[in-house]
C-alpha cells in the first residue's frame, strides 16, 4: 500500500471500516512509513482533542420548537412574524446540535482497549499467514525462555502445559501497545493460541473480548500483562488463561 491509498482510507480504518486485509496492509504502511505515521497520530489526536467538547443536546429543545410552531399557527401577522423568527433560531440552533453530534460521532476513535485488541488480532492474523509462528520453535519452556534472553528487557513466564492439553510450540519477538513483547505460541488441537506477555505496573482484571471472529482474554498479575488471542471457543480459551493465572500467580 502506498501513501495515497493510506490518505483514502486513513479515516475508514480509523472507524474501524476497513477490512482485516486492507487494516493489516495499512498497519504495515503506518509501520514503516513516517509521514503517514505521524499524520495517523494526528487524527487520532484531533479526534481526542474533539472528544472533550461534547455536549449533549438539551431535552427541552423539541418542546421549545414545538411550542413556536404553535404559536405561529395561533398569533397574528406580527405574532406569527416574530414566532417563525423564533423557529428559524430553535431550528438553527437544533441543526448546530445534530451536526456537533454527527461530527463528533465520526471523530470519535476506538478506546485504548479496542485499539489494543486490535493489535493483538493483527499480531495473531500476520503469525499464522506469514507461517511465522515462532522465531524460536520449541516445546521445551526451558529452550523457549532463556532465548528471549538479551532480545527483550523483561524475563517472560513460559510454562508447560502439554500435560493440560495445550501444548507449548515456540516463542517469537512482537510489537504490541508501542513496545516490544513476548509472543509465546501454544496449541489446542488445531487451534494456535497467541500469548502476548509485557510488563505492568499494576494488576488488572481479567476482561473478556472478541474482534473479526477471533476471541481475546486480557489481565495483568505479578508484574505482567497477559494477552491471548486465539479462535478457540471461550470456554475452552478461558481454562487455558486460568492454567497460565495458576502457574505465574506468586505463592502465598
Sequence with gaps: MDCQSTRELINAYADR???????????????????????????????SAIGVLYHKPPTHLQKRITTAVRKASEGETKSQLISWRLIRVAASAAVIVILSVSVIRLLSGPSASELLAREAVAGHVRSLMANHLTDMPSSDQHTVKPWFSGKLDFSPPVEDLASEGFPLVGGRLDYLDNRPVAALVYQRRQHYINTFVWPSDADEVEKESSQQGYNLIHWAAAGMSYLIVSDLNTSELRGFAELIQSRTSPVK
Excluded at 18 to 38: A, I, K, Q
Design 17 to 47: 471500516e476497513l477490512g482485516l486485509v486492507e487494516s493489516l496492509e495499512l498497519e504495515g504502511h503506518l509501520s514503516d512509513c513516517p509521514d503517514c505515521s505521524e499524520r495517523y497520530a494526528n487524527l487520532r489526536a484531533l479526534r
